[in-house]
């Protein structure tokens, strides 16, 4: 039996799968039953099915990519700062993310997110 993996190398694949847009990669990392909220608890998504329907949009957009500035961890919660490169309608542009992840069982259990304002034309080095 082995092992599951730390909640940091959960999310460091999930990161990994998000990049390279392998939605079945990347649901990998989350439970059946995972949840996606905004910070402030607004819940965007519940199970894999409105996962992979809210992440497909995502992953179509051609300049999507996410910049890890910052990491935190905290037993079995892990906190990234992103600059993610998004498709808007007015163009290529970024935003600034934090994303909280609670990992159990070597999966996604809750994310949850606060997303900055988009700053249209930057892109991270």
């Known amino acids: 039996m082995s092992m599951p993996l730390s909640a940091e190398a959960v999310v460091e694949r999930q990161l990994a799968a ?3 847009k392998d939605l079945q990669a990347w649901l990998a990392t989350y439970a059946e039953d995972a949840r996606q909220y905004e910070l ?3 819940l ?8 992979r329907a809210r992440t497909e949009v995502r992953f ?3 300049d999507l990519h996410a910049h890890l500035l ?5 037993g079995n919660v892990v906190i990234d700062h992103e ?3 998004r498709n808007f309608p007015e163009g290529v542009g970024t935003v600034e ?11 996604i259990q809750t ?3 606060e997303i900055g304002l988009p700053t249209m034309g930057w892109q991270p080095a």
């Open 111 to 113: 994310a949850s997110f």
């Open 18 to 20: 998000y990049n390279a």
């Open 83 to 85: 600059v993610v490169t």
């Open 44 to 51: 965007l998504a519940s199970g894999h099915a409105e996962l």
């Open 40 to 42: 402030a608890g607004k």
């Open 97 to 107: 993310m934090v994303c909280v992840y609670v990992v159990r069982n070597g999966l």
């Open 70 to 74: 910052q990491r935190s961890v905290m």
């Open 60 to 62: 179509a957009e051609p």
